[in-house]
C-alpha cells in the first residue's frame, strides 16, 4: 500500500475518491514519509493500538479502492 501510495498521482486519486477522517489522513502522510507506529503514536498522542488499529483500516480502504478501479479497467477493456 505505501509503495504504491508514494506515487502522487495514486495518493491524490485515493484521496479524492475516499473518505478518510483527519486522523487517517495524518496517519498516511506519516507512514509515506517512513515514520514508525510508535513516532506517530508519540506526535498524535494515541496509543499504540490506536495507530496500527488505523493503519489496517487504511488498508481495507485501500484495498476496497483498488479492487473498485482494477474493476473499472475490466469493464473498459471489455468493450
Avoid: P, W
Amino acid at each position: 500500500m505505501i509503495k504504491e501510495l508514494s506515487n502522487k498521482i495514486i495518493y491524490d486519486d485515493f484521496k479524492a475518491k475516499v473518505i478518510l477522517t483527519d486522523d487517517e489522513i495524518m496517519i498516511l502522510d506519516m507512514l509515506l514519509k517512513k515514520d514508525s507506529i510508535v513516532k506517530i503514536s508519540q506526535e498524535l498522542c494515541m496509543s499504540d493500538r490506536n495507530v496500527s488499529r488505523i493503519i489496517r483500516e487504511l488498508k481495507n480502504k485501500y484495498n476496497a479502492y483498488r479492487k473498485v478501479e482494477v474493476a473499472k479497467l475490466g469493464i473498459f477493456n471489455s468493450k
